[in-house]
T-cell receptor, first 114, second 113 residues
Framework: DAGITQSPRYKITETGRQVTLMCHQTWSHSYMFWYRQDLGHGLRLIYYSAAADITDKGEVPDGYVVSRSKTENFPLTLESATRSQTSVYFC?????????????FGPGTRLTVT | SQQGEEDPQALSIQEGENATMNCSYKTSINNLQWYRQNSGRGLVHLILIRSNEREKHSGRLRVTLDTSKKSSSLLITASRAADTASYFCATDGEETSGSRLTFGEGTQLTVNP
């Protein structure tokens, strides 16, 4: 499938469990991002990556871990899920640096932590 | 912290009317983008305006930027029921680095048939 995909689309997990959300893009974009969107609010940046093996923290990185061994994949791991991490998670990518280029978003993963 | 703040938070209009949404931001920017989000979906890019531009058009969309007031507006003319969505502004600039964008809280637009 062309574009940017996320899996799973829906996930329910228990407090304390480790969860990994997957993101895959087929454009070979250098830049990838993870955002969380809480009900009725905008997006907050969790982590981003400028290239394979280069990642950096965003606005709300605590409790999350990322890796990027391949350009096309950017998994997000919640090491020990908490209820406050219940949210919708969006992955995005863009080809070029700077805010002059649009970001392409995946469909989102709705995560519920019970 | 959110760089952009949209106003109003919610807007309900009738089909055929124009819809105007506003975005204010705190620090100097290089670019401002507008995105649309349909319910349960990811964001879709609508239009980008650079800091040296004052107005930009794309189909039924008109975006203005006033850097002296640190604000932007998105006008959707002749609205349709399909325009029902949340609209977000996103900025780059001093508070961001690289390709990072900072998103506002969004305006929920409802277009009634």
């Amino acid at each position: 499938d062309a574009g940017i995909t996320q899996s799973p689309r829906y996930k329910i997990t228990e407090t304390g469990r480790q969860v990994t959300l997957m993101c895959h893009q087929t454009w070979s974009h250098s830049y990838m991002f993870w955002y969380r969107q809480d009900l009725g609010h905008g997006l907050r940046l969790i982590y981003y990556s400028a290239a394979a093996d280069i990642t950096d923290k965003g606005e709300v990185p605590d409790g999350y871990v990322v890796s990027r061994s391949k350009t096309e994949n950017f998994p997000l791991t919640l090491e020990s899920a908490t209820r406050s991490q219940t949210s919708v998670y969006f992955c995005a990518s863009t080809a070029y640096p700077g805010g002059a280029y649009e970001q392409y978003f995946g469909p989102g993963t709705r995560l519920t932590v019970t | 912290s959110q760089q952009g703040e949209e106003d109003p938070q919610a807007l309900s209009i009738q089909e055929g009317e124009n819809a105007t949404m506003n975005c204010s931001y705190k620090t100097s920017i290089n670019n401002l983008q507008w995105y649309r989000q349909n319910s349960g979906r990811g964001l879709v890019h609508l239009i980008l305006i650079r800091s040296n531009e004052r107005e930009k058009h794309s189909g039924r969309l008109r975006v203005t930027l006033d850097t002296s007031k640190k604000s932007s507006s998105l006008l959707i003319t002749a609205s349709r029921a399909a325009d029902t969505a949340s609209y977000f502004c996103a900025t780059d600039g001093e508070e961001t680095s690289g390709s990072r964008l900072t998103f506002g809280e969004g305006t929920q637009l409802t277009v009634n048939p």
